[in-house]
């Protein structure tokens, strides 16, 4: 049974970055043919798919949120990392992680608690 844990502050002021890890346990990020995903949910919103990182470690970037968004692996932590700079009221989101393979479509099979992130000053 794979588990994803996302961590980090729930509180990050205007401009800067925020910064979440997902933990993964129960699997390992580096198994063919996983793609490990950060998605957010705005207040009243739809889930928007952020970027992944594959188990090449090869990243990929949702168009609208690529030029301020960052995902990263720790291998031996079995960890990877999410960081979205240049945050404004509008990022405040619950933040997932979660785990995905393609098959005929983008299929997440795991996902993560979700955690609360709130950008104010």
């Known amino acids: 049974q794979v588990q994803l844990q996302e961590s980090g502050p729930g509180l990050v002021k205007p401009s800067q970055t925020l910064s979440l890890t997902c933990t993964v346990s129960?699997?390992?990020?580096?198994?063919?043919?996983?793609?490990w995903s950060w998605i957010r949910q705005p207040p009243g919103k739809g889930l928007e798919w952020m970027g992944a990182?594959?188990?090449?470690?090869?990243?990929y970037y949702s168009p609208s949120l690529k030029s301020r968004t960052s995902i990263s692996r720790d291998t031996s932590k079995n960890q990877f990392t999410l960081q979205l700079s240049s945050v404004t009221p509008e990022d405040t989101a619950v933040y997932y992680c979660?785990?995905?393979?393609?098959?005929?479509?983008?299929?997440?099979?795991?996902w993560g608690q979700g955690t609360q992130v709130t950008v104010s000053s």
């Open positions: 990182i594959a188990y090449s470690g090869s990243t």
């Open positions: 979660a785990r995905a393979i393609i098959g005929l479509g983008y299929e997440y099979d795991y």
């Open positions: 129960g699997g390992s990020i580096t198994t063919n043919y996983y793609y």
